[in-house]
């Protein structure tokens, strides 16, 4: 049996550690990885879309399109640490959740 994972579950999961791990990643690695700078900014639109959602699935196809299309589908660049990759994985399984979840 498939089993897939819901938005709210994996928002549950991973919201309050990427809202740590994304800034720290943008500084260590926003001077090599200029991207991540765009990374950051549409991350916190989306944090901002989800609080302002409450209980309900916020409309964050426009943010997860943007992603997808920054990170190359949360393609990892060489030679980044675990938490930039932690960070892609992440994001990565909420856009794949929330698409399932719609």
């Not at 990892?76 to 932690?86: H, Q």
């Not at 994985?89 to 399932?100: C, V």
């Amino acid at each position: 049996m498939l089993h897939t994972t819901t938005f709210a579950a994996s928002k549950k999961q991973y919201l309050k550690v990427l809202k740590q791990y994304v800034p720290i990643v943008d500084r260590v690695h926003g001077s090599n990885h200029p991207e991540f700078h765009e990374v950051r900014r549409t991350f916190e639109a989306m944090v901002h879309k989800i609080e302002q959602a409450g209980a309900k699935l916020p409309a964050l196809q426009q943010e997860f399109a943007q992603l997808r299309t920054i990170t190359n589908t949360y393609r990892i660049p060489e030679g980044v640490c675990e938490t930039y990759e932690a960070v892609y994985h992440m994001l990565g399984e909420l856009d794949q959740a929330y698409h399932q979840t719609q």
